[in-house]
């Protein structure tokens, strides 16, 4: 990234005027309908009380909200989460008296804000699934091909590994028929981790009758399979979580005004900062992989019985050395409702991200425990990597960008946009907490 302009060369940029701003070949055109797909209003709001309800986790204590909970803009508060044997919400959540949890989720957990766009065709950090229209299901994933038919989308394909994660959902190793049958390598099929799952659904009356409503071959008789509820859920997750009505999608549309220091963020992201290199686009992500040098703690995505707990990123797809400690540009529609920060959460704030982002070799060589972490004593210590040199050596070696100096004010600029992006409407939710749901467990509210 280039060197940024001067004090005088910044308000200079300041007093240009919205129209030529808004010329800036770098400035993305504003987003239309034309950008999603249409949902139908009784799938969405089947998904929505499958998203809120426990019944989808091997012990019924976890749902999909209790990792993206609209409290915390769709994550969870903290850098890395608990999952199965923890109890609580976001920062408060913590370790169960008895069945404790093996580790801590290896990854922070993304935000789910506009997933249901078209051009969101990979998702997680590593990009482990794809869309590929060579492929007979259509999408590139861990598991066979003949695994992953019936997904209607890359988001509804997305919600098969949670389920499946001992950590996540699924629950430890022969605590429930689901997490052993995922120890088995049964996951499809009659015996298999996802009938299980359909099958508890299925059972409950309002939720048969709802999914009769919503889709015409099971009112026909076929039965309700898991594709059907992750299809349901990923309805849902792009009519709640659209995001397009920030002052920001305004002031492209010509229908709003941005603050002087909002624009003065603005001409430093678009500009000289050089953030949209990586975060372009309607949705500030070039949705590509880029190493920058994020630390790394918690377990990883190493094996369990690996003793070190690296995360390579992208390169755990690809095989790619290249590839090594890349991960996927994040979008950044509400990024200021999703803290913490970066693939491991190791950011508190936008502004100490921004000042670690822009320098990142400098920023990892300096960098101390700015992390929000649930109280727990890991199998593997959380900062195994941070504390061995040749580790952090080669993250930093990775980086292959140019250092920029921000400023203090100038990061307090970028940050006032960044706040441009926060859209009410998504923040809040179409659909919002249900009441109840159908199997009658309790709601993380």
Known sequence: MPNLLAHAALAAALALPTAALAQSRALPAPITDADYALVAEAEAKLGQ???????LSGNRNIACVTCHHPRFGTSDGVSLGLGEGGTGLGPDRKPMAKNLPEQRIPRNAPALFNLGAREFTTLFHDGRIQADPTRASGFRTPLEDEMVQGFASILSAQTMFPVLSND?????????E??????????????????????RVAAIPAYAEMFAAAYPEIAAGRPIGFTDISNAIAAFIEVEWRSDTAPFDAWLRGTGTLKPQEQLGLALFY????????????????QSFHAMGEPQLGPGKAERFESHSRDVGRMRVTNNPADAYAFRTPSLR?????????????????????????????????????????????????????????????????VTTQPVLLQ??????????????????ALKGRFGVPDAVPSGLPLDR
């Open 49 to 55: 009380l499958l998203f809120w309800d426990p019944i």
């Open 271 to 286: 500009g000289s900062a050089g953030c949209s290199a990586c975060h372009s686009g309607k949705f500030q992500t070039d």
């Open 168 to 176: 996540e959902m699924a629950g430890h190793y022969e605590e429930n």
């Open 408 to 425: 203090a004010e100038q990061i307090a600029a970028l940050v006032a946009f960044l706040k441009t992006l926060e859209d009410p409407v």
């Open 178 to 199: 689901v997490s052993t049958a995922v120890r088995e390598g049964l996951i499809t099929g009659p015996k298999g981790a996802w009938n299980l799952l359909a099958l």
């Open 334 to 398: 509400n990024v200021t409702a999703t803290a913490p920060y970066g693939h491991a959460g190791a950011h508190k704030t936008l502004e100490s991200f921004l000042a670690y982002h822009a320098d990142p070799k400098t920023g990892l060589a300096s960098y101390e425990d700015d992390t929000v972490l649930p109280a727990f004593q890991p199998n593997k210590p959380d900062w195994l990597i941070m504390d061995t040199p040749d580790e952090r050596d080669a993250i930093a070696a990775a």
